[in-house]
């Protein structure tokens, strides 16, 4: 009967643990349940933050301020949205507005975090090994290097690849500029993080998307004519 | 008795407990295979990749095609829809500063199937949205080798049509379905390539390089008019330089160029 029980207990402990994996967004690994600092109604959290920071670092534009996030609708998601992780480029829907950052910087752990990352790396013309270190920080709280963890968790199938391939990338390039931005845009997509950029531009506005589902796209201009002589084959 | 009555009670809350975890789980999978990029690999791993055989929906149906327009220094290229895939990269923008277009051939929501501007002609990949910006494009351009004629169309009225000089036999134009890589106003309006030249995504069956480029195929103007309307080039597509300064202010990159014998 004590065989019995234990092994109950132990299918029971094992689900109880399953199901605290699975209900952990994925952002909130290695992390301390960041609070919106990134605008994703507290499921960016720490590492969106990072990544956040990473894509303004490593794109040439600035790093997101915290306190600013709210006033950059284009480049956010909406709060309301599912466990923030929901892929707004889904055929057929278009980004949607995001509503008024009201999470209080002051309040939230992550932003000082994202203050030290642009601090230190406007400080470091080549931020390879920096950011290479960043990368590691976002393997080991995703939890990448943990054996068989990515078997355990679907989400890490997703993610880990994507840090391994930053990883790499920042070994191969000794100036780790601007190239990687893409990289980073990467994990802010799969993550659902408010660093990633709008989808497609110009960004609808709220007038023209009373039902949510404005056309993803603008029209194309004409094409602008750069003055050089050409070599085709004539 | 007592006591053992308490430690049933207690494993049949663990149980329920950990049966309600279980059930948890499996539709949290289940939520995550429908989102992810892997979960659609399946499907998007049937879509046609390298030559591309069909042209894109837009394109074939008379609708407006989707321009993805590079948004990031470096755009990376997949065989698969798929992250775990080790891919190839593209430069965002030209030499000259042109930003890399791709003609969408199918939307996928997160992942891209696109035309790519690269040998061999007709390559198809699989771009992240995430890395460019889509426009939408309602110009395509018809070419009919046999006809030598060219047609540009607006939606689904004619623009402009006009008889064109095609490649020779020894130096053929490619047939297939192509787009607009760059636009270049000549330094010499009056040289063999006209006041402007369309770089289009095709290149050469037979020259590897041509003018210290890598054979590509142009839409531009003519020194020449006299040879508009038969088979003289070298595999570029020469129309009047009226038409080519006409199409200069309207065509945006990306627009599709579809090439018929």
New interface residues.
């Given amino acids: 009967m004590r065989r019995f029980r234990t092994c109950w207990q132990v299918i029971a402990l094992s689900g109880l643990f399953a199901a605290g994996m699975a209900a952990t967004p994925v952002v909130a690994f290695g992390s301390t349940a960041g609070s919106g600092c990134s605008g994703s109604a507290g499921s960016s959290g720490v590492v969106g933050s990072v990544v956040s920071s990473l894509n303004g670092l490593l794109g040439g534009g600035s790093a997101p301020s915290c306190s600013s996030q709210g006033s950059q609708p284009s480049q956010s998601r909406s709060s309301q949205e599912p466990s923030g992780r929901a892929d707004a480029t889904t055929a057929g829907q278009a980004p949607q507005t995001k509503a008024a950052q009201t999470a209080d910087p002051a309040a939230n752990p992550a932003c000082p975090a994202v203050s030290q990352l642009s601090s230190l790396a406007s400080q470091v013309p080549n931020a390879g090994a920096q950011l290479q270190g960043l990368a590691g920080q976002l393997s080991s709280g995703l939890g990448c290097s943990k054996a068989g963890s990515s078997a355990a968790n679907p989400v890490l199938t997703l993610v880990c690849p994507i840090v391994h391939q930053i990883s790499s990338a920042l070994t191969q390039v000794p100036q780790a500029g601007p190239q990687l931005s893409g990289l980073v845009t990467q994990i802010g997509s799969v993550l659902g993080c408010a660093a990633q950029q709008p989808h497609h531009s110009p960004a609808p506005s709220p007038s023209s998307t009373p039902s949510g589902s404005a056309p993803r796209t603008a029209p194309a201009p004409a094409a602008h004519a750069v003055t050089a002589p050409a070599n085709f084959t004539g | 008795m007592e006591g053992r009555r308490s ?1 049933w009670a207690g ?1 049949i809350v ?2 329920g ?6 059930a ?2 499996i539709a ?2 289940v939520v ?2 429908g ?4 979960g659609r690999e399946t499907a998007a791993a049937q879509g046609p990749s390298g030559a591309a055989a069909s042209p894109a929906p837009g394109i074939a149906s008379g609708r407006a095609s ?2 993805a327009v590079a ?6 290229l997949y065989q698969t829809p798929s ?2 895939a080790s891919p190839s990269v593209f430069q965002g923008r030209s030499a ?3 930003p890399a277009v791709f003609l969408v051939k199918q ?4 992942w891209l199937d696109v035309y790519v501007a690269r040998r061999p002609d007709g390559s198809t990949t699989w771009i ?4 460019v ?6 110009y395509k351009v018809l070419v009919s080798l046999s006809l030598h004629r060219l047609t540009a169309m607006s939606g689904s009225r004619i623009l402009l049509r006009t008889p064109v000089a095609t ?1 020779t036999a020894a ?1 053929p134009t490619p047939v297939g379905t192509y787009f ?1 890589t ?7 309006p009056s040289g ?2 006209g006041p ?4 289009l995504s095709a290149f ?1 069956n037979v ?1 590897s390089s ?4 890598p ?4 839409l ?1 103007g003519t020194d020449e008019p006299a040879l508009i309307g038969t088979a003289a ?4 597509i020469r129309v009047p330089n009226a038409v080519v300064e006409r199409l ?8 599709p160029v579809v090439i018929t014998r």
Avoid: M
Avoid at chain 2, 248 to 255: I, K, M, S
């Fill in positions: 430690r494993f663990w149980a407990l950990g049966a309600a975890a279980i948890i789980v949290w999978v995550l295979a989102r992810s990029p892997a989707l321009v948004r990031v220094p470096l755009v990376h992250l775990a000259l500063g042109v939307d996928d929501g997160a992240r949205s995430s890395e910006t889509l426009q939408k494009d309602d490649g130096t607009i760059e636009l270049l106003r000549q330094p010499d063999a390539y402007y030249a369309y770089g050469s020259l041509f003018g210290g480029g054979g590509q195929i142009g531009h080039s070298n595999g570029c200069a202010g309207e065509l945006p990159l990306g627009t």
